[in-house]
């Protein structure tokens, strides 16, 4: 705690390999195998880099080890930071497609079509990824398919969500063929200095310092038809993801805060639309938080200060449509909430924490 805030950046926790989650936020290392091959391809020694963080050198030699979510925004920061690319987790994330999510990616081929794909993804991604969430939405005939971090505190955001948005690019481009490319690639985080290597992979449209990372697309993509679908394979592992899903059912709380940073950018959090997503009524919602200690306002405003910190931090947007983006009637109304959870003014805990990053 500083005197800037009650609340800091936090998060850290074990990143030794482990078959099992050991904390609220955790990914399976899939993703992040190809890390030490682009440090050696980039001239840095992985093994000097993930000693100096203090994981276990064999971390990345089995894609079903986990790492903790504030663990691995370290290391994508100080993998950035080291080899002098600023994109590196774009340069991971570009390597890596539906086969990077173990279970989950390998069910993905086996749907119908686009759209029931991309739903099971939503549906399944909690049993390879505690620490971030996708959600689908479509409006006038646009589809968007974004990815939000809801873990506390974490470091090198930027980092994940380039990674991340390359991962679901690939995903898309699996699905659909050769043929498919968004209309549009959105990122919650500051422009780069050279885009260069974004535009070179995404090939569209690019904006960024909005509210959420995420590709727009035309919604028509939705209904094609997956061709190698096998209803069989499918059935096998949708067994085994049941069962992995079972074992992951009674947190109630964590199901919650992993939906709450997606449904707080697109305005859709009262009491009644949760609680009908969650297939409940809202008095049996409140019951069984209030069981695991918890209340249903003090999760939301857990979540609208993470995501306030996150865009003040990572992007240029203003106070005002920060305060839009988090359903606040006015720019005052965000301030007053801000100061109550920190000590201090939105304004204020931004020109701290630059000035403190220009220290370093």
């Known amino acids: 705690m500083n005197s800037h805030g009650r609340l800091t950046k936090d998060g850290s926790a074990d990143s030794s390999p482990q078959k099992h989650p050991v904390s609220e936020g955790w990914l399976r290392v899939g993703p992040l195998v190809g890390v030490p091959q682009v440090l050696r391809e980039l001239g840095v020694d992985p093994v000097e880099i993930v000693a100096s963080l203090g994981l276990d050198p064999d971390l990345f030699d089995d894609p079903e080890n986990t790492i903790s979510f504030a663990a691995m925004g370290r290391l994508l920061k100080q993998c950035a930071a080291r080899t002098q690319r600023p994109h590196f987790g774009l340069l991971i994330g570009q390597r890596m497609g539906p086969a990077s999510l173990g279970i989950v990616g390998q069910l993905l081929q086996h749907l119908p079509e686009v759209g029931s794909a991309l739903r099971s993804l939503i549906l399944n991604l909690h049993l390879h990824d505690q620490g971030g969430v996708p959600l689908l939405s479509v409006e006038q005939g646009m589809a968007t398919l974004c990815y939000a971090i809801y873990q506390r505190g974490v470091e090198g955001a930027d980092q994940i969500y380039d990674g991340a948005i390359a991962i679901t690019f690939n995903i898309m481009r699996a699905l659909c063929g050769p043929a498919w490319r968004p209309t549009e690639v959105l990122f919650s985080h500051r422009q780069p200095s050279d885009v260069g290597p974004y535009r070179r992979f995404f090939r569209t449209s690019l904006r960024f310092d909005v509210e959420q990372t995420a590709l727009a697309f035309p919604a028509t993509w939705l209904d094609r038809p997956l061709p190698g679908a096998d209803s069989n394979q499918r059935h096998q592992i949708e067994q085994q993801v049941a069962t992995l899903t079972n074992l992951d059912s009674g947190d109630l709380t964590g199901r919650l805060r992993r939906v709450l940073r997606i449904l707080l950018v697109t ?16 008095r049996t919602l409140n019951r069984r938080l209030q069981a695991q200690g918890a209340t249903f306002q003090t999760l939301v405003d857990e979540s609208r200060y993470e995501i306030a910190r996150q865009l003040l931090e990572n992007t240029r ?8 983006t988090l359903d606040y009637s006015d720019a005052s109304a965000f301030t007053r909430a801000f100061r109550r959870w920190s000590g201090t003014t939105p304004a204020a805990w931004r020109t701290w924490l630059l ?3 220009a220290d370093m």
């Open 267 to 282: 305005h859709r959090t009262s009491l009644a639309e949760v609680a009908q997503l969650f297939s409940m009524r809202r």
């Open 317 to 324: 947007m203003s106070i005002c449509q920060i305060a839009a």
């Open 355 to 357: 000035s403190e990053q």
